[in-house]
């Protein structure tokens, strides 16, 4: 396991993206199961200001802790 140190949201929120566009890439994703709650909000906002085109192709399933 690799402990990467990021300095704020807005790095944490790139650096998530571009995790998570390289693994919906490299396995063919055809879902993404995503937390629910203010955590993710800085990805999120990310995703709708960049709007990829790989995630067009790709249904986002939101889930909450149970």
């Known amino acids: 396991m690799d402990i990467i140190y990021l300095k704020d949201v807005n790095e ?4 998530a993206y571009q995790w998570t566009e390289k693994k919906v890439s490299s396995v063919n ?3 993404i199961y995503l937390p629910a709650g203010n955590t ?3 990805l999120y906002m990310l995703f709708e200001r960049m709007r990829p085109k790989w995630l067009d192709k790709i249904k986002l399933i939101q889930i909450d802790d149970i």
């Open 29 to 31: 994703a055809k879902s």
């Open 40 to 42: 993710p909000i800085p």
């Open 12 to 15: 944490i929120a790139s650096f």
